[in-house]
């Protein structure tokens, strides 16, 4: 369906926003609070309108480009999942959900997009946003749907489940249906990075590849009160170490020509992942540029929601809004 506009909020690095455009859409606002993530989506979008504003401040009225478009989407950063207790504010995950909500009374968009943890479909610790996001919606006049995807089932070489609200206006809700599964092998660690691994001469890249035999586990990209950037907590750093990849830490480059890979000798004898390779398993496309120092760009990366599945997501509110359209038109 051509022509489909859409604002994005908490955009951070632009995967969602990325998706949406592969899917057809474009932009007419994005909005993020936090100076790098800005200026990576200016770096690589320099045609893109994008405001640094946090999302509690942002007022619609000033911005009148963002009003009536197709889509709003949010792709909302993992604050509980990712933040150390105690080091975050606890309340803030709710205040955002709640904002974006709330930005639907001024854009009324003929669809909403929120992007989340899985458990925002369905713990008990999400009951209350769940309650409210259906008393606002249904009384702006729209319907609305609660699913998971996990970004494996899209090509993308990483175990990601999201939590997912797709709200659309009445006339259109029934035509929608959650995007279907569109790889039917997962991809692995190994064959997403195999390449990039062997870009300075590294000699064992096709041995490493070949024991990197399964999609990565969840990136996660901490908060800004966190430490330095690691690929996770104990568990997931256990999981990498099956497959050679010293996990508690980020890497500045490839290995070279003279690296020993040994994993039985210790950490330093694993290969550690850069924030490139951290964003080819996030399905980010190898042009992508991340901006800001090493922590802050692995953050961005950490956070951002997969293009693919932003491309998956798109496209089935946009086949919504297309054949609602013909059947509203029809009828």
Partial sequence: MAGLTFVDVCSGAGGLALGLEQAGFAPRLLLDD?????ATLRTNRPRWNVLRSDLLDFDPAEHPESHDVDLLAAGLPRVRSTATAGRVDSGLEERLLKATVYLVHAIRPRAV???NVPELTH????EAFREFAR?????LGYAFRWFVVDAVDFGVPQNRKHGVLVAVRRQWAEAFRPPVPTSREPMTVGAALGPSMAARGWADA?????????????LVGGSKNRGGADLGPTRTK???ATMGVNAHTVGDRVPGSDFVWDPELGRENMVKLTVEQAALLQGFPATW?????????YRQ???ATPPPVGKALGLAVAEALHSGSTIFAAG
Avoid: F, N, Y
């Avoid at 008393?135 to 009384?139: S, Y």
């Avoid at 096709?206 to 586990?217: F, V, Y």
């Avoid at 540029?289 to 802050?296: E, N, V």
């Fill in 135 to 139: 008393i606002e919606l249904d009384h």
């Fill in 113 to 115: 997009l929120i992007e």
């Fill in 206 to 218: 096709t041995r490493w590849a070949d024991q990197a035999d399964q999609p990565a586990p969840t």
């Fill in 301 to 303: 990366v950490g956070h």
């Fill in 289 to 297: 540029q991340i901006s800001g120092l090493k922590t802050a760009r």
């Fill in 238 to 240: 256990k999981k990498w």
């Fill in 34 to 38: 936090d100076e790098v993530a800005v």
């Fill in 123 to 126: 713990s008990d610790s999400h």
